[in-house]
């Protein structure tokens, strides 16, 4: 009885051992429950909302060929796009220069807290880390007052306002995007400094022997080297140190994906009547179906690699992105 | 190329609760133009502090470090004009090796992009690296590696080098092969350079002086084989040497050690350099000891001893002797005899000390009251 996977004397089944026969059951098992709420988003969202009670959320819209599935019909993208689509637009000017801001003052940040040492840097250290902890609720209030009546960047944006493309309520947007970067650098520094405490500190000290200044260093040794300085080092001295996973986009965009929902729901954009009640996007998904893919998260373009980061950060991510 | 002085220099560590650890205290050593100097020690003796104070990676508690005349001591490292080679080589991993090479060039002077392609192109010649010029670091062998640090080193043409223990991320063949490259180099560039590490081999084959420190203090300076010789203190004389000097703890009785196990005849001169002392450290080298395999003690020098373990290494056999016949964990000392010399553990020897090989320590301060006396000086003078 024996088969090419098993072991000898085993019971097996087309070949297989009945132990692989069970493995695979098992994981497509667990794939399936897995996958079935992106399915049903994908599902719902091609169905006829006329003919969607009654119908599974889960099955394709197969009427009339099969009655109680509900009509196809591409009717809710287009409300969606309608609804959302100048939200998802001031999305992607929020975020990109948000991220890449905070991901560059966040790297400065680090380079200046872990690779030069001046005295008082650890306190400083620990005012970046206590701003990972402010409850944004707790700042929104009074952030919305100091953009209205402490800055009045409205009155110095609105010349502006002649250039193409630039609307009036940009100035809005340059609010945020100033904002999220303030709130995604402690994330960032701290993100960068594990990984810039990795590199060789002898590396640092060549180069100011070799005569670089400190801004130097930074823009020709730290900032051009990430994980592939780890990896050098730790194959000539340290053998302890592995690759970092780090890189700086998924760094900042796990601090933006973190910070986005909430203050979105409450500035002043478009698509502010569509977008998550349910606050955190993480959670979403359990709670109502049809929210998820309208909230934020989805602009934030989580990437595969960030997501062990998340975890950590943020307490919990989409099931589906692990 | 310049002299370099150390001038009672110190270095104190404030730890975060208030104490101070002295880690370099009071340190003084002229190196003159051109010249190899080896800071040797075990670890944690503060060498690489030292080092590090002179490349200006440390502040200097107290004292003076001048290059060329120049005290330095508040100048930040650019201004120094030092180069440095670490013991991890420090390499950009980023760059190619062209780049690392260029990197101080472009950093610390007005050359021209051409002139400093020519510098890196000689230097890489010279290091026999030239077919390495495109390549990252992570992409070479150790011993490439090593050439390139010090072929940034070199290319900037320094006023002095530092080397961080250098080779010892080296496998020992290649270490040997580096060992005399190094020298060859310094030689040929007589670059002033201060060479830091703990490898009492390279300390002794490299250097034109030896400077060891123990415990933030320097314990002596001079020439390889004047350390070896005639060492300050008991220190130096069991650091330096391979296998370490044998010492006895004796007391002293006129003309007579009086050990534990044995006893031992002073010559008039040896007791005049012993004077007050009550009690004295005999040391002598493995390799003054002489063994006959036959025959008994008959002389107040020659011991009745047994080989405990023989340790071969082919060109010589290092025997652990003892003076306790049939004990467990015997105390044993060494000796060093020929490779050729047929001898085994259980074997009962005569070990001679020879009067002219016995060096003297005074046991409470450690320092040398006698040393060896060397009736051979040609023979030490053609060495040097």
Redesign the interface.
């Known amino acids: 009885m024996s088969t090419e996977t098993g072991r000898v004397g085993e019971w097996s089944l087309f070949g297989h051992s009945l132990r692989r026969v069970v493995l695979y059951g098992i994981l497509a098992g667990m794939g399936v429950f897995y996958l079935i709420p992106i399915e049903t988003g994908i599902m719902t969202s091609i169905i006829n909302p006329a003919s969607y009670t009654g119908s599974f959320p889960y099955l394709p819209p197969l009427e009339p060929l099969v009655p109680g599935t509900g009509t196809f019909s591409l009717e809710p993208w287009q409300g969606a796009i309608d609804g959302l689509g100048q939200g998802l637009v001031n999305s992607v000017i929020l975020v990109v220069p948000a991220t890449i801001f905070s991901g560059l003052l966040g790297s400065m940040a680090a380079f200046g807290l872990t690779t030069i040492s001046w005295r008082g840097q650890i306190g400083i250290y620990i005012l970046f880390v206590a701003g990972i902890f402010i409850p944004y609720q707790a700042v929104l209030v009074p952030l919305t007052q100091f953009w209205y009546n402490v800055v009045p960047l409205q009155a110095v944006f609105e010349p502006l306002a002649v250039l193409p493309f630039v609307q009036e309520y940009h100035w809005k947007l340059v609010a945020l995007i100033i904002t999220h970067t303030a709130y995604g650098l402690p994330i960032c520094t701290l993100l960068f400094r594990a990984h810039y405490k990795k590199l060789?500190d002898?590396?640092v000290?060549?180069?100011?022997?070799?005569?670089?200044?400190v801004a130097?260093i930074y823009r020709?040794?730290i900032l051009?080297?990430r994980s592939?300085?780890s990896?050098?080092?730790s194959?000539?001295?340290s053998p302890r140190s592995g690759t970092t996973c780090c890189s700086r986009s998924p760094s900042s965009s796990s601090a933006m994906q973190r910070s986005s929902p909430r203050i979105w729901s409450v500035s002043a954009s478009p698509s502010r009547g569509r977008t998550s009640r349910c606050g955190w996007p993480p959670h979403c998904w359990l709670r109502c179906r049809r929210c998820w893919c309208t909230s934020s998260s989805a602009i934030s373009s989580p990437r595969g690699s960030l997501h062990s980061m998340t975890t950590d950060s943020t307490g919990g991510t989409h099931p589906w992105q692990n | 190329m310049a002299e370099l002085t150390l001038d009672g220099v110190t270095k104190v560590f404030t730890e975060d609760d208030g104490n101070e650890i002295v880690a370099v205290d009071e340190v003084s050593v002229d190196i003159e133009d051109g010249e190899f100097l080896v800071l040797v020690g075990p670890s944690g003796c503060g060498k690489s502090t030292t080092l590090r104070m002179v490349a200006g990676l440390e502040t200097v508690t107290r004292g003076e470090i001048s290059l060329a005349g120049r005290r330095i001591n508040d100048s930040p490292p650019a201004e120094r004009d030092i180069a440095m080679v670490f013991q991890s080589y420090a390499l950009y991993p980023h760059m190619t090796v062209a780049q690392n090479m260029s990197f101080g060039l472009e950093e610390s002077t007005e050359m021209g992009d051409d002139e400093i392609s020519e510098h890196v192109a000689d230097t890489a010649a010279m290091m026999g690296i030239e077919d390495l010029v495109d390549r990252k670091p992570a992409d070479l062998s150790g011993g490439q590696q090593q050439r390139v640090a010090l072929g940034r080193a070199i290319v900037r043409d320094p006023e002095a080098f530092l080397m961080d223990e250098p080779l010892s991320n080296l496998d020992a063949k290649l270490r040997a092969t580096m060992r005399t490259e190094l020298q060859r180099l310094q030689e040929e560039l007589g670059v002033t350079t201060i060479y830091v590490t703990h490898d009492q081999t390279e300390a002794m084959t490299m250097g034109d002086r030896i400077a060891i420190l123990d415990d933030g203090v320097l314990q002596q300076v001079g020439t390889p084989l004047e350390c070896y010789h005639t060492p300050n203190n008991l220190f130096v004389a069991g650091f330096i040497g391979d296998p370490s000097m044998n010492f006895f703890e004796m007391d002293v009785d006129g003309d007579l050690l009086v050990g534990d196990r044995f006893e031992y005849p002073l010559t008039s001169a040896q007791s005049e350099a012993v004077d007050e002392a009550r009690r004295v450290t005999l040391g002598i080298r493995p390799e003054d000891i002489e063994i006959e395999a036959d025959g008994s003690a008959d002389s107040p020098s020659e011991f009745d001893v047994a080989v405990d373990v023989v340790e071969p290494r082919g060109d010589e056999n290092t025997l652990h002797l003892t003076f306790d016949r049939g004990v467990d964990e015997p105390v044993t000392f060494t000796a060093t005899v020929s490779g050729l010399r047929q001898l085994q553990a259980g074997d009962s020897v005569v070990a001679t000390f020879p009067p002219e090989a016995i060096h003297l320590f005074d046991a409470d301060t450690e320092a040398a009251l006698h040393n060896r006396s060397l009736d051979v000086p040609e023979a030490t003078e053609q060495i040097v």
């Open positions: 060789s002898e590396m000290e060549a180069a100011q022997l070799d005569g670089a200044s130097t020709r040794i051009r080297c592939r300085c990896r050098s080092c194959s000539t001295s």
